[in-house]
């Protein structure tokens, strides 16, 4: 038997096929997961979304801008409308305006400050509210992080505040949900090619500079983020959480 046969989760942020959260959902539809997606609201959105999901033919695929609780409600009442409760959830949303982010931090804008924080940080605690109220026997949760968010990376600026932001949600999301048995968890990925990161400038210089200093003197690989999500998801993991798992080739235990 599969190790997600009978599983349904519920995968927040897949915008194409170099997404980490299309990573992670290939790797669960191998082991047999039943998925169900969101994509941004507009019609390219969901046609670009449509077109990659439609082979393992979703039951649902729904419009979410994670700013709108409207939008949040409406996901998680057809989730609990069709399967009446869930096992897991992939967060995997971040943005920051791109002006913002060619300025130094120093710069920032209180509007552009908040909006990024809003969509990469607070948005892990709206979903898991609602993902808990479908998750009467417990679950996981996991969000995708990134160093920036322990160090500083010139050019990351606000995405590193909002990621420290985020890896302490995971902590206090962990604590609030664990009594139910609901576990909540991120993967901190080593830096990928994704629509997301060419908004980072100096973001190829981070890729190459990964690849000198860590310890296996590469880049880390979609598939590789795949079983790290399918580690969390799974009775794998069952006794971890709150913690923050480094995918990045060992980038990140090397003082150089
Ligand atoms: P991606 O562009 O494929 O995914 C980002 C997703 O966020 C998209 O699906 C987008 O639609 C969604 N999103 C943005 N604003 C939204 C909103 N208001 N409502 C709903 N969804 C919204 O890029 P990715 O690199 O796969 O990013 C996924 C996560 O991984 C992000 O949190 C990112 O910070 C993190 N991450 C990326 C890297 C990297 O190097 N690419 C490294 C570490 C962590």
Request: with cysteine; charged share 25%.
């Amino acid at each position: 038997m599969r190790m997600f046969e009978g599983k349904v989760g519920l995968v927040l942020g897949v915008a194409n096929d170099r997404s980490i959260a299309w990573a992670i959902s290939e790797a669960l539809m191998a082991e047999g997961a039943e998925l169900a997606f969101t994509h941004l609201p507009g019609e390219s959105s969901e046609r670009r979304v449509r077109r990659l999901v439609e082979a393992c033919q979703p039951k649902l695929l729904m419009s979410c801008d994670v700013q709108q609780d409207r939008d949040l409600d409406g996901v998680f009442s057809q989730m609990a409308e069709t399967y009446g409760t869930i096992d897991f959830v992939i967060h995997s949303i971040a943005f920051a305006p791109p002006q913002e982010l060619r300025k130094p931090y120093v710069e920032m804008s209180r509007e552009g400050w908040h909006l990024a924080m809003d969509i990469s940080a607070y948005s892990l605690v709206a979903v898991s509210r609602r993902a808990a109220e479908i998750m009467p026997d417990g679950g996981s949760i996991v969000t995708i992080s990134y160093y920036g968010g322990e160090k500083v990376f010139p050019g990351y600026n606000v995405m590193g505040v909002c990621k420290a932001a985020l890896e302490h949600s995971v902590r206090y999301l962990a604590w609030d949900l664990g009594r139910k048995q609901i576990r909540v968890n991120a993967i901190s990925a080593g830096p990928m090619r994704t629509l997301s990161s060419a908004g980072v400038s100096g973001f190829d210089e981070m890729r190459e500079h990964a690849v000198r200093k860590s310890c296996l003197g590469r880049n880390v690989e979609f598939r590789e983020l795949g079983k790290a999500g399918l580690y969390f998801l799974s009775d794998l993991s069952e006794g971890v959480t709150g913690e923050v798992l480094h995918v990045d080739c060992g980038y990140s235990v090397v003082g150089l």
